[in-house]
């Protein structure tokens, strides 16, 4: 499997930066973080990501009875740091059958959190906030709002939290009842937890 970085939108190829530009550079979506390829599930993983993370490394805690972490990626580059931070995580969903959650959060612009939404652009888009929220997660101790956003491929939540954009998506969509759960949110840079790892998601690569 390629190890080059790609776009965090589209997962095309990137232009690298050169003499005459520190950019990378997306065909189709210009100037981007680039993704890096996901990192296997393990300690040492969330040490190399939690040291560059401009943005929370959220992971739900406790964990969902049942779940494991399995694995981790981001968008960005040794100038600007980790911008976007997806962690995976597999278990069973609440009705039946394995699922698979990837919580994201990012800088506004960058395109990850809608990507693995099936969402075109690199925000949720129009109607996003103006009705009544679908689901809320904790995060130190407050309430923060989710809605749903349009996706064929899975149930796909986003919100706002510390400035950033938070996303929550899971698969298959009936394993969205998940949040329904009142899930808690930590900070993975700042709170040392004894993760339990499971086999590599598949999905973050997707």
């Excluded at 100038?79 to 009705?95: D, K």
Aim: glycine share 12%; hydrophobic share 40%; charged share 15%.
């Amino acid at each position: 499997m390629s190890t080059a970085p790609t776009c965090p939108r589209c997962r095309g190829p990137l232009i690298p930066p050169s003499a005459w530009s520190s950019a990378w550079i997306c065909r189709v979506h210009g100037e981007v973080a680039p993704l890096s390829a996901p990192r296997r599930p393990s300690r040492e993983a969330l040490e190399a990501v939690r040291s560059r993370a401009r943005v929370p490394v959220w992971v739900p805690w406790p964990l969902p009875p049942g779940w494991l972490v399995t694995g981790f990626a981001e968008a960005g580059d040794e100038r600007s740091g980790t911008l976007a931070v997806a962690v995976a995580l597999s278990g069973p969903s609440p009705v039946g059958g394995p699922a698979d959650l990837v919580i994201v959060a990012e800088e506004p612009g960058i395109g990850l959190g809608s990507s693995y939404a099936g969402l075109p652009g690199p925000d949720p888009g129009d109607g996003f906030g103006v009705s009544a929220p679908n689901a809320k997660v904790g995060i130190d101790g407050h309430p923060v709002s989710m809605w749903a956003v349009g996706t064929d491929s899975a149930a796909a939540y986003a919100g706002e939290a510390l400035a950033n954009w938070l996303w929550a998506v899971l698969w298959p969509d009936t394993a969205g009842l998940l949040m329904l759960e009142g899930l808690n949110l930590r900070d993975l840079r700042e709170t040392d937890l004894d993760l339990p790892y499971g086999a590599p998601c598949p999905r973050l690569g997707a």
